[in-house]
């Protein structure tokens, strides 16, 4: 979110290139309206901090796949585009699973296999698809960017509140003060299972799509 | 009752179009029709006129929880003067202090759940719905007297929300709102939902708990023996008599305890041809079967008791009667309702004995089958259709 304010003021951005960084975190959001994306969501937002090392690993991820691809889009054969694809993602995927191992590796040790399975994420392969194949550089760099931060920004929500009420606590700070749990508050432990991230998107897509009603599919 | 609708006749203009609180009309008509019959009828077309409506159909069901939910405010008692050793607490006594035990969990089940009904009825204007008249009374009755009231009240506003008002409101939902409040409860606070919490043992000045006191439901001895902690004969010990767990002077939630109370409220439902004869009784069927089937191939002490055991065990009755029957939920169809009882009390019966970590596995199974009702009912229907289908065919080969 916060690269997206610092690129607004850069005047390199028209109209259509600053939606493709606002869209996927409103109207397009690829979570709450195009629900990809969602396993790794009930994985790993039990707590805020896996949740944004994994926001930022996907950010990272998405915007260098949807360039490398952009700039091989006119030299990969249709036939064999997805296995591309995917040789571009793993190989992120390691680097970014290196990095994660080298510099902060408790946080690496709790996302476990999950960071390995950013290459399965639709919402990558789905721009790199949809986006990334048919558009220039520049572009691509920003549709990646906008829907990784789309992505991260519902991880964000979601870990927020599961880490709030689920251990009481912010980035593993103690934020619900003793006093709370003396009178008898207790920390909620449904909160830290994962049904309660699926119950967490479905209300955030309903607090979306009801200020939104745009969104609602009337069939 | 006659100053009481004038009352209501007086203040009724203001929440008709027009009045001062024309937005709080269908919290009005709420109170108004819940305290006497609607004075509107259908206009239109040939209908079938009862003076039964949905909200008189509730109070039925009501009517049919009395007798657990008295039995169960006594048996609170029953506990808890046990447990602090004065075995000649007279009846009043401990009913009493059941009762203050038990209200305010009822109140607050009431009054978080509706204010919820209200306020979605208000912002998407339509009637408050009659359903919550039942689920708020079938939640204070599956939950144990211990558990702390802003829990109740947060368990009661999830399941409103996320049980019903998200699929539509009452008629709408997929799962039981009161099992959902329970389940809730369950995963959120398992220190206050098992194990050896169900009797209240606050203590007043110069009272303690008599020596060896445990609590512990025979379901928690169940969990130990299945998971090889107890043998048979430690198990069978450790069990009240069938007498006891018929009658009901065992710990548990407040209204499961007693299986004769259930009866006595099942011989209601079925009488108002409210709840399901064929569900109640294909739960009991299942349970049996599954219980019969693990005497022969037991492994574990908890798979050798005697299968009616289970019937009296836990909420089984509980759940077959109250929570099983929910015409919303339930399968719809009559082969449909067998297929759904059946396997509730399968289910119930595999989850208890198999699995030692959820020693009470009516409430797992009830949701789980309330998943699949839709799925039963759509096959029991095409299977029907196919058939008649047939018959039309080959009579017309003959004519």
Sequence with gaps: MSDNNIQKREPLFSMKNRRLLSNPIGKENPITVQVLGICSVLAITVQLKTSLVMALSVVAVMALANVIISLLRKTIPPRIRIIVQLIVISALVILVDQILKAFVYDVSRQLSVFVGLIITNCIIMGRLEAFALSNKVWPSFLDGIGNAAGYGAVLLAVGFIRELFGSGSIFGYKVIPQAFYDIGYVDNGLMILPPMALITVGVIIWAHRSKDKSLVDVS | ????????????????????????????????????VQGRVTYTGSH?????????????????????????????????????????????????????????????????????????????????????????????????????????????????????????????????????????LFFAYPAYMSGEVYTDTTLKAGQMLVDGFSGATPLSFGALAASGQLSLAELNSSLPSVMEMFIGYIPGVIGETSTLAILLGAIILVLTGIGSLRIMLSVVAGGLFMGGIFNLFAVN?????????????????????????????????????????????????????????????MMLAILLMNVFAPLIDHYVVQANIKRRLKRMNTSTVKV
């Design chain 2, 1 to 36: 009752m006659k100053a009481l609708e004038k009352l209501v006749n007086k203040v009724k203009p203001s929440f008709e179009k027009g009045g001062k609180f024309h937005k709080l009309h269908r919290t009005f008509e709420a109170f108004e029709t819940f305290l006497f």
């Design chain 2, 48 to 184: 079938i006129r009862d003076a039964i409506d949905m909200k008189r159909t509730m109070m039925f069901v009501i009517i049919a929880l009395m007798p657990a939910m008295l039995f169960g405010m006594w048996n609170v008692g029953f506990q808890h003067y046990n447990a602090i050793g004065l075995f000649d607490a007279s009846l009043i006594d401990r009913f009493l202090f059941g009762f203050f035990k038990v209200l305010p969990i009822i109140v607050v089940s009431y009054v978080s759940g509706l204010a919820v009904e209200f306020v979605f009825a208000t912002l998407r204007d339509h009637e408050v719905n009659e359903g919550f008249l039942v689920s708020g009374m079938l939640i204070p009755l599956i939950v144990p007297v211990t558990t702390p009231l802003w829990m109740v009240a947060l368990a009661t506003i999830f399941a409103v929300i996320i049980g019903k008002e998200v699929f539509g409101g009452t008629g709408m939902n997929i799962v039981n709102p009161a099992l959902l409040a329970r389940a809730f």
């Design chain 2, 301 to 361: 002490p908890f798979m050798e008791i005697p299968a009616y055991y289970h019937l009296m065990l836990g909420g089984f009755a509980f759940g077959a009667v109250f929570m099983a029957t929910d015409p919303v939920t339930a399968s719809q169809t009559g082969t449909g309702k067998y297929i759904y009882g059946f396997l509730i009390g399968v289910i119930t019966i595999l989850i208890r004995v198999v699995n030692p970590a959820y020693p009470e596995g």
